[in-house]
C-alpha cells in the first residue's frame, strides 16, 4: 500500500529565535540529541527495510533537523531507496547545502521557511538560488504577519516564477478582507490557510494512509489527535489502519487539513503534497508586487 508518515522525533532545539515560535532558541542537550539520532535512525532503519509499501516521509521537527548531520544523511540515503515515492523536510534553510549532491533529487524535497529578522534577506535569498541551480524541489514561505508584508512581496519578485511562494497565516490572527486579499495575491491558496477548517465528523485519510510517528515508534493518525493507534515497530498500528473521521472540531494547520477529503487539496498539491509544491501553474501567479512583473 501507499503510506505517507509524517516524523517527529524529540529534537527541539533549534538556532531561530522567532517570536511565534514556543521552541525559539531552545537547546537540547548532549544527551537528548544523542536520543534523537538514536531515534531518527532507529525509524530510518525500518522505512530501509519495509518492502510491503511504498513510502512518502516528511520530517516535521519542532526544532531544526538540517542543521544536524544525522537529519542531512537520512535524508540523503533515504532519497536513494526505490520504495520512497518521496522524501522531504521542514526547514528554515539555514543548512550547509553540498549535502544535496549525495540525494536523488527526483525523491528529494524542501519545505523552507524564511523568517524575517533571524537572518538576513540576501542569506536566504542565496540559499534559495543555489537549490533552484541544484534542481532541488522546494517551495518557499512566510508566516502572514503585517509587518512581513513588504519582504514577502520582495521574496515573490525574487523567486524564480516556478517556486511556489506559500503564506501561513499568523496564529491568533484575525484578518480583513482587505488584508487577506493583499496575502492571496502572493498566495492564491492563503484562504485556505486564512481560517481553522471545520472538521469534526468530516472523512480525512489521516489514519488510514496518513500516519504520524514520534521518536519511540508511537503512531497516531496525525500531529494533533492524541489517541495512539500502536507501535511503528512491532508492527501493531496495521490493526488499526481505516477510514476515521476526524474527532476534532477544526483543523487549522496545513499538515494537518490537507488531507482532509472534504478539501481539492491533494487534487491542487498532486505529486508536491508533502513538500507542499502545487501541480497547477495558475497557482504560481506572475504577479507585479514592486512596479515589475515577478520573474
Known amino acids: 500500500m501507499d ?9 527541539a532545539s533549534c538556532d531561530y529565535d522567532c517570536p511565534y515560535c514556543p521552541f525559539a532558541k531552545r537547546r537540547d542537550s548532549r544527551a537528548q540529541l544523542a536520543a534523537d539520532r538514536a531515534a531518527l535512525e532507529r525509524f530510518a532503519a525500518w522505512a530501509a527495510a519495509q518492502r510491503e509499501d511504498r513510502l512518502s516521509l516528511l520530517f516535521t521537527p519542532w526544532g531544526e533537523g538540517l542543521v544536524r548531520s544525522w537529519y542531512r544523511r537520512t535524508l540523503a540515503e533515504l532519497s536513494r531507496l526505490p520504495h520512497l515515492r ?19 533529487l527526483d525523491t528529494l524535497a524542501l519545505w523552507c521557511t524564511f523568517h524575517p529578522g533571524q ?15 541544484r534542481g532541488v524541489r522546494h517551495s518557499v514561505g512566510i508566516v502572514g504577519l503585517p509587518e512581513h508584508l513588504e519582504v514577502a512581496r520582495r521574496l ?28 492571496t495575491a502572493l498566495d492564491p491558496l492563503f484562504p485556505y490557510s486564512r481560517h481553522p477548517h471545520r472538521s469534526a465528523g468530516l472523512p480525512c485519510r489521516t489514519g488510514e494512509s496518513v500516519l504520524s510517528v514520534d521518536g519511540e515508534g508511537t ?38 487539513y490537507v488531507h482532509l477529503e472534504t478539501l481539492p487539496l491533494y487534487d491542487v498539491f498532486a505529486g508536491g503534497v508533502l513538500e507542499r509544491i502545487p501541480a497547477a501553474p495558475e497557482f504560481r501567479p506572475t504577479i507585479t508586487t514592486r512596479g515589475r512583473p515577478a520573474r
Open 3 to 11: 503510506l505517507t508518515i509524517l516524523y517527529r522525533g524529540p529534537l
Open 156 to 183: 515573490r519578485d525574487d523567486l524564480p516564477a516556478h517556486v511556489y511562494l506559500w503564506v501561513n497565516a499568523a496564529e491568533g490572527q484575525t484578518y480583513t478582507d482587505a488584508e487577506a486579499e493583499r496575502w
Open 119 to 133: 537572518t538576513p534577506y540576501d542569506r536566504f535569498q542565496a540559499k534559495c538560488r543555489d537549490l533552484a541551480a
Open 219 to 256: 503512531v497516531r493518525r496525525c500531529h494533533f489527535v492524541p489517541a495512539e493507534l500502536g507501535n511503528l515497530y512491532d508492527g501493531s498500528y496495521r490493526r488499526a489502519l481505516r477510514p476515521r473521521a476526524c474527532p476534532l472540531a477544526v483543523c487549522d494547520c496545513h499538515i494537518g
Open 86 to 104: 518521496r522524501v522531504a523536510i521542514q526547514t528554515n534553510l539555514s543548512c550547509r547545502t553540498d549535502w544535496l549532491d549525495t540525494a536523488d
